[in-house]
């Protein structure tokens, strides 16, 4: 199966060192892909060379004269910079030129020029950012991330349905055990949102399995967790933040005196192992759900490793077919709901 | 200056064992403390010798015959437990023969309890559950971790007002740094509640720094993040998660192999200067914030150093008078308001 994916490549903090790395060692890895590099032409054309790159059938370069800084308003970005890297990395998917775009720019304007260019599923009222996070048997999906800092049950119904479809095609998991994200696991805790989501999912549409608490996003019992992005948002970063804590104080308790040193030493294969283990860019690429069209969003300060995940999680969903799949579901509960 | 402490014996997932050693070892290192330790009295006068402890002028046995059980619900104990340890101990800061409870029951009935018999500080519409947490230059005091799974902005702006109060008294700070906690730290980020929270905040009665994100309570540049009792409890729950899976990480890679596990031997002094520095029983003892007295939460599962740093925070609380310091700085603030 053919793939073509559209990269924006000048977005995220490191731009062309990153992008460009990636995208050469992604061709490398998968022959039938196809990659729209998506940047200043002049610019593109210039550094090719440097990443073994030729500009060809695989390679494409497609001019976009614009960039999107990462702290500008999504609004204004998607008012007055029509010719953005990231805007025309939408548009090719849109055109059909591409079937997924990859930007590590800024989060708020890819979510706003995203729904704007490629528009909603039908009976989805808000897409949702999704992304998979190490846990003590595998992986655990968690949406929303932070494209809605206020939802309804609704919303999390929608949510906890297309992350159901995300993991059941991603992960060839044939009933993905979702989760709603609460203060405790007994029925009487929690706001009035969660509340009344739980009674719309208790109603089986997928493999709800009831409320779970922050620590079960880690524990591997739970395929999918569904919040609203501002707890997911917070729990994201505040993993993100102990992470990098604990990684610290490792590496400052191995590096203390002498001795420690020595044992670090020793210990480097142990910890090397432990690092890859624990390595947030494993996981990066975070999908946006609920558009009519594959956008992938990765971290702004991916690695070449990192950015090289975010590429392969946008093939994985083109392999898989995921928004037409979010879509059947969705219409199909819908169906249901108009014939009960 | 003499403290009496309340202890709630019989609460917590290990009972007596637990809560036996802890006063013992509290009332070794600290000598003008008095111990109220309420629980079952045939109980305790039978174990009171295996851990040398002989009442007396320091260890008072207050007998209550009933328990709250952890999966209790809040408003059946409180209605029907009027001699559980929980009630009793909070009973005794009540009629002034403790200074502070100390309880690792159930919190939802604890805090039940507490509202209910001490009653709330003048001015306070909800009282707050508020922890330290470790950050890479010292510690971080969040609240609120669980109390309020819904809060308006004058909730959040008194959260706020407390936990400086809290952190300026405990921790001889003259000056708290306190974020809010949000998606982004620019303006325009973020739902209506931390909007309206930050233009309160905004007026000056403490030392607001602005919006902060998840990872910011790891890295120490804000004293106390605050936050309603949903994002709080996820936040902690979510680093708890996160924390355990990091330290089996850990393990799993040290024991791989029999190199590993040599590895292991000779990094063992790093390794627990880590683990003393992670440990979460440091930080273990919750305050219940905004009623007429102290009381501690300690968290369910605490062994024995937990327990001991839960009483050591009542003490604190006791010795740097922090209710009443509250109260203070919220007349004021309220003063002032109605001068305005």
Redesign the interface.
């Known amino acids: 199966m053919k793939a073509q994916i559209a990269i924006d490549m000048m977005g995220g903090d490191h731009g062309l060192p990153v992008t460009l790395a990636a995208a050469a060692r992604f061709l490398n890895e998968r022959p039938h892909v196809t990659t729209l590099l998506v940047g200043d032409e002049t610019l593109l054309r210039a550094q090719l060379a440097n990443y073994r790159l030729v500009e060809g059938e695989r390679v494409v370069i497609v001019h976009a004269p614009e960039i999107v800084a990462m702290?500008e308003?999504p609004a204004v970005a998607l008012r007055t910079k029509k010719k953005s890297s990231m805007r025309v990395a939408i548009d090719c998917v849109r055109d059909g030129s591409a079937q997924a775009a990859v930007s590590a720019g800024n989060t708020g304007a890819l979510m706003a020029t995203a729904k704007f260019v490629l528009k909603m599923l039908p009976g989805i009222e808000r897409p949702a950012i999704c992304t998979a996070l190490?846990?003590?048997k595998g992986h655990t999906h968690v949406l929303d991330l932070?494209a809605n800092?206020?939802c309804n049950a609704d919303h999390l119904f929608q949510f906890a349905v297309m992350g159901s479809v995300l993991v059941e095609a991603y992960d060839d998991n044939p009933s993905p055990r979702v989760g709603l994200?609460n203060?405790g696991a007994?029925a009487?805790?929690?706001?009035?949102t969660v509340k009344a989501a739980a009674a719309l999912l208790a109603e089986g549409p997928i493999n709800y399995i009831g409320f779970v608490?922050?620590?079960?996003?880690?524990?591997g019992d739970v395929d999918v967790v569904v919040?609203d992005?501002?707890?997911g948002?917070?729990?994201?970063?505040?993993?993100?933040?102990?992470?990098?804590?604990?990684t610290?104080?490792?590496r400052e308790?191995?590096s203390?005196s002498l001795?420690?040193k020595?044992?670090?030493v020793?210990?480097m294969?142990?910890?090397k192992?432990?690092k890859k283990?624990?390595d947030p860019g494993r996981y990066n690429g975070a999908s946006f759900l609920g558009l009519q069209g594959i956008v992938i969003k990765s971290h702004g300060g991916a690695d070449v490793a990192a950015f090289t995940s975010a590429l392969n999680v946008a093939l994985r969903e083109i392999e898989k077919d995921v928004p037409r799949r979010i879509d059947l579901r969705l219409g199909q509960l819908l169906n249901e709901k108009e014939l009960a």
């Open positions: 702290g308003s190490p846990n003590r932070g800092v206020e994200l203060v007994e009487i805790k929690g706001n009035d608490e922050g620590d079960d996003i880690y524990k919040c992005g501002f707890v948002n917070v729990a994201l970063k505040t993993s993100e933040g102990l992470a990098k804590m604990m610290q104080f490792l308790e191995f203390r001795l420690s020595l044992a670090a020793i210990a294969p142990v910890l192992r432990l283990r624990l």
